[in-house]
């Protein structure tokens, strides 16, 4: 098992948890306008659909990359290039964060927590995303590959679920200190773009 895949990929996953995007922003609204009782039942929708998108990478991918070769190359150079296309997308979008909540509706945690787990499932940019981003980071010869895809699916839940909390818990000074401070989307902008372009380049030369 190597331990030092599994760090980076901790690392990787709290970079982009991290980095504003569709996801912790809505929690981050969610939680301003709402309170961080609500912004919990959106965290814990949101994480819960990753199980669905784990156990459809896990049984789909991992019979590819066990029967053939060329298959899981074709896979490595479509996850690279898609990743650095998500680069090229950051690169291209505004720096500005948009933290209005103009557009937020209020309704329970119930509701919150199934609208957050049906836009995540629902979502097939987050398969893409992870058949993209997970088959890189596979870190045991011994252990068999569907095992090593839940082990990263929980890991990538478990991180993004501490961040999203914090980010809860935070709510108010952390929408306070973005609205003050222009340039930290500039930042989290750059800092996404190095991270695509960083994990598309270890993906690509990732071995099986």
């Not at 290039?81 to 680069?87: D, G, N, V």
Request: a positive charge.
């Amino acid at each position: 098992m190597n331990v030092e895949i599994l760090f980076a990929f901790v690392a990787a996953t709290s970079v982009l948890a991290i980095s504003p995007g569709p996801d912790n922003i809505y929690v981050l609204m969610q939680s301003v306008t709402n309170g961080r009782k609500y912004g919990m039942a959106t965290v814990m929708g949101l994480i819960s659909g990753c199980i669905i998108h784990t156990t459809l990478l896990a049984f789909g991918v991992s019979a590819i990359i066990k029967n053939n070769e060329i298959i899981f190359f074709i896979i490595k150079l479509c996850g690279a290039s898609y990743l650095i296309y998500l680069a090229y997308k950051v690169y291209t979008s505004k720096d500005a964060i948009n933290l209005s909540g103009e557009e937020v509706v209020k309704r329970s945690t119930w509701q919150l927590f199934k609208q957050g787990f049906i836009m995540n499932v629902l979502n097939p940019k987050v398969t893409i995303f992870f058949l993209a981003f997970f088959p890189g980071f596979l870190f045991s010869k011994e252990l068999n590959t569907v095992a090593q895809f839940y082990v990263l699916g929980l890991l990538f839940m478990f991180v993004s679920f501490i961040i999203f909390s914090i980010i809860v818990i935070l709510s108010s000074y952390i929408s306070d200190y973005f609205r003050k401070n222009e340039r930290i989307g500039v930042f989290f902008k750059w800092l996404q773009i190095i991270v695509f372009v960083a994990i598309g380049i270890f993906l690509f030369f990732s071995d099986k």
